[in-house]
């Protein structure tokens, strides 16, 4: 009994440490977002409507990453109007899964290829309330 619990230990380490010591992904430089969602309320990227109002929104945006260090990256998104937020992040151990914040909200997502990545985002401000997928490309400079 003790060595079928050992063997399952020492696989469950394998296992874990061949994810952990997998390549993380390079996600540096520019990346075209194609955005669906919907807002409730008035924000800084879909001005307009009062609070109670109710928008389904399409549009696209670019994600910057300026630096990454390991699985830690920094940059910004930029929306069609010209609007800049910072983010901050990380690439989770599985090397897929990523975790982002902006100045107002939160974002999860998962690499796709090393040219495609998908995240869901969320903020709430006030009374306003946004959800919104996007598909991340890399853009070929």
């Not at 929104?57 to 670019?62: D, L, M, S, T």
């Not at 869901?120 to 490309?137: E, I």
Request: glycine share 10%.
């Amino acid at each position: 009994m003790k060595a079928i619990f050992l063997s399952c230990v020492v696989i469950s380490f394998i296992a874990v440490s061949s994810v952990i010591a997998g390549e993380v992904p390079d996600l540096t430089g520019t990346w075209e977002c194609q955005i669906e969602g919907i807002v409730r309320g008035d924000n800084i990227h879909f001005p307009g409507k009062h609070s109670g109002h109710i928008q389904f929104i399409e549009g696209q945006a670019n994600h910057i990453i300026k630096e990454q260090k390991g699985n830690r990256f920094w940059g910004y998104k930029e929306t069609k109007s010209g609007k800049k937020e910072h983010i901050i992040g990380m690439i989770m151990t599985d090397n897929k899964t990523i975790l982002t914040v902006d100045e107002d909200g939160q974002a999860s997502g998962i690499i796709i290829s090393p040219n495609e990545y998908y995240e869901f985002y969320s903020h709430t401000w006030g009374s306003g309330k946004m959800s919104v997928f996007c598909v991340k490309c890399r853009k070929k400079d």
